[in-house]
């Protein structure tokens, strides 16, 4: 694969319309492998971070079969609002079946996305703002078209 999993859910999530690219002005953009912070950073962001995968046994042709560990993080001004949203993510994440991710020249197959665990708080973040944050795990089922 050309594209890590982390980078692969985020843009299916960006192609929801759940998730902003963060190159473009409007609210809760999705970055990956770590959420910007300084005084230009949002208040409201996600970051898509690839974790550990689990192996699966192999399909008939004798390739591994895989399920990549990706873990979202939001951030929120918030409470309600940040909950709401992993929720929100959680339930389109919930819906994949044998979605399609185009990203330049690669076509990738999600087949399944299964949350790993619920929506875990985990209080506010450290610093002045004072932003709340919140957590996800999912196993994600891709294939390379």
């Given at each position: 694969?050309?594209?890590?999993?982390?980078?692969?859910?985020?843009?299916?999530?960006?192609?929801?319309?759940?998730?902003?690219?963060?190159?473009?002005?409007?609210?809760?953009?999705?970055?990956?492998?770590?959420?910007?912070?300084?005084?230009?950073?949002?208040?409201?962001?996600?970051?898509?971070?690839?974790?550990?995968?689990?192996?699966?046994?192999?399909?008939?042709?004798?390739?591994?079969?895989?399920?990549?560990?990706?873990?979202l993080l939001l951030r929120s001004?918030?409470?309600?609002?940040?909950?709401?949203?992993?929720?929100?993510?959680?339930?389109?994440?919930?819906?994949?079946?044998?979605?399609?991710?185009?990203?330049?020249?690669?076509?990738?197959?999600?087949?399944?996305?299964?949350?790993?665990?619920?929506?875990?708080?985990?209080g506010q973040e450290k610093g002045?703002?004072?932003r709340w944050m919140f957590s996800?795990?999912?196993?994600?089922?891709?294939?390379?078209?």
């Amino acid at each position: 694969m050309n594209h890590s999993p982390a980078y692969i859910l985020a843009n299916y999530l960006i192609g929801e319309g759940l998730l902003q690219d963060p190159s473009e002005s409007g609210g809760w953009p999705v970055y990956v492998g770590q959420l910007p912070d300084g005084p230009e950073a949002p208040d409201d962001a996600a970051v898509s971070i690839d974790t550990t995968p689990v192996k699966d046994g192999r399909v008939m042709g004798g390739a591994a079969l895989f399920h990549y560990g990706v873990q979202l993080l939001l951030r929120s001004e918030g409470y309600n609002e940040g909950y709401a949203k992993a929720v929100d993510v959680a339930g389109a994440l919930d819906g994949v079946d044998d979605d399609l991710v185009v990203l330049g020249a690669n076509t990738y197959k999600l087949v399944n996305v299964s949350q790993a665990t619920g929506v875990v708080a985990l209080g506010q973040e450290k610093g002045t703002k004072r932003r709340w944050m919140f957590s996800m795990n999912f196993l994600a089922t891709l294939q390379e078209e």
